[in-house]
């Protein structure tokens, strides 16, 4: 890239050595973290079909889909929907190449509805789940002209004619003045937070264990306040002592991974601290996620890229979930950044976070600004030189336009 365009910034200290840090993780089954990982799998299933039948990914992006709450019963032993829960479909799509139509709307309701039937076995798909389907056709601003065969390209963004209106294949520009970000590696902090879904589930995921698992930690120097809310599915718990016996067997295994993986850090676990057994009030659900309560999800209100929301830590604000893996500024640099900073990990031995920003318009590999940050080693080295670091970056970027089938494969952690 043009190094005018790029900024180095070798850090004095390491942000695991700060005095603290605040890090977030919305669990798999939270609504905001379903509604990212439902955009990204409906992205995912229209670009196979139209690389299938078109032999390109067509112009599309669901990062606008949201999940909304429905209402339930529940008491120990079982549980049931009395409302259902509604899924948002949002967005747009190309419904048609070279005169041949999409069967966008069967496409994704299905989808959906597999989705939901894969991670909420309990629930019915057709009675438990109600479909808003708002995905539209659409059109592109800058398509001046009528809209037929004769018009430019921008006009035929979203119904195109041919290969030749997908511009993207002769020349990859950013579709938007965005930003992307990423960092690597995590600390022990990070990293720890990521961990506890992993932990809980174990080598077999208890039959007990909801997936709308929440962890915040607090590191006040080598002290981390880990507080976790961890759901229980209330068909697999029979009474209050069942439950009480799951939610300390979830805190031994919790403070056993911690003392065993992190002896650096002094942890303190914190469980479902709403718990209120005399009541009772309990985390008792019937799914394992709060969808089943009136919560709601959106794309791009949970998770980072990269699975944390690491307060100390630059982010973007893309909702990246849903959005094209071809050219989409947000997504792909994320992408590029991640590529970048596990590079001068790998290569170098240094923690890195790095910033790309595009200009809409512009070369998606030359970003339009490239923020790079540098921590000393672990060991104690200073940041390397930016002679040492700038080649690294050059060839992280030219492998973006390769990235694609990387992200349609779930490589890169999106949410």
């Not at 049931?80 to 994704?108: D, H, K, N, W």
């Not at 600004?369 to 930016?386: I, K, L, M, N, T």
């Amino acid at each position: 890239m043009d190094r005018a365009n790029f900024t180095y910034v070798p850090a004095s200290a390491r942000l695991a050595d700060e005095p603290f840090e605040i890090v977030e993780r919305k669990g798999y089954g939270h609504p905001d973290t379903l509604a990212d990982a439902l955009g990204e799998h409906l992205s995912h299933i229209y670009s196979a079909y139209t690389r299938e039948h078109f032999g390109a990914v067509l112009h599309h992006q669901f990062d606008k889909t949201g999940i909304l709450g429905g209402r339930v019963q529940v008491s120990f032993g079982g549980g049931q929907m009395l409302a259902p829960v509604r899924v948002l479909l949002s967005g747009r799509a190309s419904s048609s190449f070279a005169g041949e139509p999409i069967p966008v709307r069967e496409m994704l309701t299905d989808a959906t509805r597999a989705f939901f039937a894969h991670r909420f076995p309990m629930l019915d798909p057709t009675r438990d789940l109600r479909l808003l389907y708002e995905v539209s056709q659409g059109d592109s601003p800058g398509g001046i002209g009528t809209k037929d065969a004769s018009a430019n390209v921008r006009s035929r963004w979203f119904a195109p004619q041919g290969l030749e209106d997908l511009p993207e294949l002769t020349k990859l520009a950013c579709n938007d003045t965005s930003s992307g970000c990423a960092f690597s590696p995590p600390t022990p902090t990070e990293q720890l937070v990521l961990d506890v879904e992993d932990v809980l589930a174990g080598p077999v995921r208890p039959a007990w264990l909801g997936s709308d698992i929440k962890v915040m930690a607090h590191r006040r120097g080598a002290r981390v306040d880990l507080t976790c809310a961890v759901p229980q599915i209330a068909a697999h718990v029979p009474d209050l002592r069942t439950y009480v016996a799951h939610r300390e067997a979830a805190r031994a295994a919790l403070e056993q991974h911690a003392a065993e993986h992190y002896p650096g850090l002094e942890v303190r676990i914190w469980l479902n601290t709403r718990d209120d057994e005399q009541r009772p009030e309990l985390y008792l659900t019937h799914t394992g996620s709060s969808i089943e309560t009136g919560d709601e999800g959106l794309v791009g209100r949970g998770n980072r890229y990269g699975g944390l929301i690491s307060a100390m830590r630059p982010f973007t604000m893309e909702g990246i979930s849903g959005k094209n893996p071809v050219y989409h500024t947000g997504k792909v640099y994320c992408v590029g950044a991640d590529l970048i900073a596990r590079s001068i990990h790998d290569r170098l031995g240094h923690g890195a976070e790095v910033l790309l920003v595009g200009q809409s318009g512009r070369e998606l590999t030359d970003p339009w600004a490239a923020v790079v940050r540098v921590e000393p080693s672990a060991d104690g080295r200073p940041a390397p030189g930016v002679d040492e670091v700038a080649p690294l970056v050059d060839t992280a970027l030219a492998t973006l336009p390769d990235t694609v089938d990387g992200i349609l494969d779930g490589a890169y952690r999106m949410h």
